[in-house]
């Protein structure tokens, strides 16, 4: 699996977007971009995922440069429970996923 | 998506002892999936249990330690043998869907506290 290189920590205003990069530089053709969260003391929770194209849920939208090297996960209006830790995962279908240290995020009233 | 549930949801062991951990899924999967949560860090998978065949280990996770049972489609065990303080740690099951993408549903995990 393609090593993911993520923000250690991010901070954003409740109701403003919040954009969290990842680098994938060495992602391969059939590897897709995965994002979970882990909201404290739960489980990791699926956010999105995606190849090539920008997919959009109704929880977030992801952003997939042309190339595939880097990725970003939007939450268009963050609100307080959106305050989790977010791993970003290169991987392809059936493969295991590889967490790596993810991106603190606090959103903040 | 798929419900997942996990039992116990937490325990305090002592040195030496065994306990065994229980996943159940609300449909029928192939790929089931175990990791641990040591405090503070990120999620390491533990092992792959496929129905019917046996689990793979990752590296640094040996059967012995570990054993898996995964006698149907919607249920899965994992059992943290002879434990030490160091596996005091979140252990958490997880399903993958492929229909739907690939992605994986995770359950709410067990707090376990080896003294």
């Known amino acids: 699996d393609a090593k993911t290189t993520q923000p250690p920590s991010m901070d954003c205003a409740e109701g403003r977007a919040a954009n969290l990069p990842c680098n994938h530089s060495?992602?391969?053709?059939?590897?897709?971009v995965y994002w979970y969260r882990q909201i404290h003391s739960q489980g990791p929770q699926y956010i999105i995922h995606?190849?090539?194209n920008n997919e959009t849920n109704e929880m977030a939208s992801l952003i997939i440069t042309e190339d595939r090297k880097s990725s970003t996960l939007i939450l268009p209006h963050a609100t307080l429970r959106d305050t989790a830790v977010y791993y970003c995962i290169a991987s392809s279908y059936g493969n295991k996923l590889v967490f790596g240290a993810g991106t603190i995020l606090r959103v903040k009233s | 998506s798929a419900v997942i549930s996990q039992k116990p949801s937490r325990d305090i062991c002592q040195r030496g002892t065994s306990l065994t951990i229980q996943c159940q899924v609300d449909?029928?999967?192939?790929?089931m999936f175990w990791y641990r949560q040591q405090p503070g860090q990120s999620l390491t998978l533990i092992a792959t249990a496929n129905q019917g065949s046996e689990a793979t280990y990752e590296s640094g996770f040996v059967i012995d330690k570990f054993p898996i049972s995964r006698p149907n489609l919607t249920f899965s065990t994992l059992t943290v043998s002879n434990m030490s303080p160091e596996d005091s740690s979140i252990y958490l099951c997880s399903v993958e869907i492929p229909s739907q993408g690939g992605e994986q549903y995770f359950g709410p995990g067990t707090r376990l506290t080896v003294t």
């Open positions: 449909s029928q999967v192939t790929m």
């Open positions: 060495t992602i391969s053709g059939n590897e897709y």
């Open positions: 995606g190849l090539k």
